[in-house]
T-cell receptor, first 115, second 113 residues
């Protein structure tokens, strides 16, 4: 079956602009996760959704970052007034349910470059 | 603070040999630990996980060992193949929140012929 997909695959934006990153999880997966990966670094947890709700938003770096999920499927990560330090690969993952978060399936990521 | 870290940033292994990747953790409350493999340009791929009440778990060509006494986790890859070249991450669930994984910095494994 289809895996996790993300769009766009690459995004170049000017400092100060807003960007939206999209994630389509595996069909039937109720849990969805967002991570950020800077060059040569590990993954930094941002937020996760169980259904449409986000119980833990503690990983969002600042109030410029927000995420939503509608219909228990597609999720959008929005970064407002982008800064150069926001440049990274943004990864989305999903799991059957949050209790099976030990087995997350990742998408290919969106590479964001802020100039 | 609590953290997950790796001992070796780069591991060079000859094809056919066994690989051992190490990881230290400091949160004794973690429920489980996971190993992921990330190939260049791709998202991480789940390899194997282990619960905190286990010491060892085996998969296909991989074995994860958990030593809770010294808070150490390792991934052993048997008969390493060129396709095993990747960055390997350990991750832990912090026990206070389902879904929130903390990842280590990663180890680059390079398989040489």
């Amino acid at each position: 079956g289809a895996g996790v997909s993300q769009s766009p695959s690459n995004k170049v934006t000017e400092k100060g602009k807003d960007v939206e990153l999209r994630c389509d999880p595996i069909s039937g997966h109720t849990a969805l996760y967002w991570y950020r990966q800077s060059l040569g670094q590990g993954l930094e947890f941002l937020i996760y959704f169980q259904g449409n709700s986000a119980p833990d938003k503690s990983g969002l770096p600042s109030d410029r970052f927000s995420a939503e999920r509608t219909g228990g499927s597609v999720s959008t990560l929005t970064i407002q007034r982008t800064q150069q330090e926001d440049s990274a690969v943004y990864l989305c993952a999903s799991s059957l349910r949050v209790e099976s978060s030990y087995e997350q399936y990742f998408g290919p990521g969106t590479r964001l470059t802020v100039t | 603070g609590e953290s997950v870290g790796l001992h070796l940033p780069t591991l060079s292994v000859q094809e056919g040999d066994n690989s051992i990747i190490n990881c230290a953790y400091s949160n004794s409350a973690s429920d489980y630990f996971i190993w992921y493999k990330q190939e260049s340009g791709k998202g991480p791929q789940f390899i194997i996980d282990i619960r905190s009440n286990m010491d060892k778990r085996q998969g296909q060509r991989v074995t994860v060992l958990l030593n809770k006494t010294v808070k150490h986790l390792s991934l052993q890859i048997a008969a390493t193949q060129p396709g095993d070249s990747a960055v390997y991450f350990c991750a832990e669930n912090l026990g206070d929140s389902w879904g929130k994984l903390q990842f280590g910095a990663g180890t680059q494994v390079v398989v040489t012929p």
